[in-house]
């Protein structure tokens, strides 16, 4: 959900006159005619079942057609690997603007090849991050138009307690702690989400997971299944929330004030997760812990539920405001004929 998250943020902040129109390897792309917006599902290589290399002609000849059919002014791509066909589609299609919205914070020594693909877009914007002066990776220092961290959901936008907690479901009373780190059993402790879940449970609070078959098998009470989007309107619902430390997640619960134990995910190829959060916890505006099975989670779940609230403000307080519509109107000046970089 990530790159659709920050192509909407963007959207919905460009004028009524400029049409979005999204194209998305992502199987959650139809989410995007909740907003009123038109879209089309490339099915990525894996969902196929093909080899890169058999879908890279499939992609550029799609590519190619939607195009061509919808005219666009300007394309904007948002990833960190700018496929092959791009550059296909850009030289077929000259008249047409391309922006690369290119997400930063790179783990050290991957990637660097990639930012020659720059040369393929007529401007790249970088969404911010509140952790940036931790970020040592190869885009850190590259070329780009930095607007502040992206999230689609601001302050303005979040329902209070009580709306958030009809609106999901949950109990009007008592402690609710959200936990949103992927697959897994919730009864089992030995697993990051039952580790998490029964943490929770020790401080009284009542659990709150993003999966719903994960909730379906749970013997014991006080575990929801929470399901909506954009999720972060209904943060207010949630003393505590456990997640990983994903670009959207870390922005969307510091930028709303959300008292947050990050689990950095570190299996992935190129985010630095554990850059990204170990920077929050030194900044003291939320806890890092390596994994919830180990003991400092407990104390870590104490201490947020105890002063989170706090702590959280001081990321508030550092936070430069929403990048979205700073992008937004970039990508406006070059519809309407700006020189870009």
């Keep these: 959900m990530g790159h659709l998250t920050r192509l909407l943020a963007y959207a919905a902040h460009l004028p ?17 005619a909740e ?4 879209y089309e599902y490339l099915p990525s290589h894996g969902a196929l079942g093909m080899t890169s290399a058999l879908w890279q002609p499939l992609f550029q000849e799609r590519l190619i057609e939607i195009v061509d059919r919808v005219a666009p002014k300007v394309v904007v791509f948002d990833g960190t690997h700018p496929y092959r066909g791009i550059d296909a589609a850009r030289e077929a299609f000259s008249d047409a603007r391309w922006v690369w919205s290119r997400r930063g914070m790179w783990k050290p020594g991957r990637n660097a090849d990639q930012l020659a693909k720059s040369a393929w877009f007529d401007e790249v914007i970088e969404p911010g991050d509140l952790a940036a002066e931790a970020d040592h990776g190869a885009s ?5 138009y930095r607007v502040g961290p992206v999230t689609l959901t601001g302050p303005e936008e979040m329902v209070s307690r009580a709306e958030a907690r009809a609106a999901l479901g949950l109990p ?15 009864n089992d402790t030995a697993g990051e ?14 659990v709150a997971v993003t999966e719903v078959a994960i909730a379906e098998q749970a013997s014991g009470g006080g575990v929801y299944a929470v399901r909506a989007y954009p999720l972060a309107r209904y943060f207010r619902a949630f003393d505590l929330v456990v997640t990983a430390a994903g670009y959207n997640s870390f922005h969307e619960v510091l ?11 570190t299996e992935t190829s190129l985010d630095d997760q554990v850059a990204r959060a ?22 870590a779940v104490r201490l947020m539920l105890a002063h989170g609230a706090d702590m959280v403000a001081g ?3 550092a936070d430069p405001g929403n990048g979205a519509a700073d992008a937004a109107t970039r990508i406006v000046s070059l519809v309407a004929g700006g020189d870009g970089r």
């Excluded at 009524?16 to 995007?32: C, H, K, R, T």
């Design 255 to 265: 930028r709303l004030g959300v008292p947050a134990i990050f689990v950095p995910n």
């Design 172 to 186: 009007v009373e008592g402690r609710m702690g959200l936990v949103s780190l992927g697959a897994g059993n919730i």
């Design 315 to 317: 990321a508030v307080a």
């Design 140 to 144: 850190a220092s590259a070329p780009a």
């Design 278 to 299: 170990s920077y929050a916890d030194q900044q003291g505006w939320a806890r890092t812990v390596t994994s919830a099975t180990e003991p400092d989670f407990a104390e």
């Design 193 to 206: 989400l039952g580790a998490a879940a029964a943490a929770l449970r020790d401080q009284g609070c009542a």
């Design 35 to 38: 907003f009123g917006y038109r």
């Design 16 to 32: 009524d006159s400029i049409e979005p129109y999204v194209l998305s390897l992502s199987q959650a792309v139809p989410v995007v």
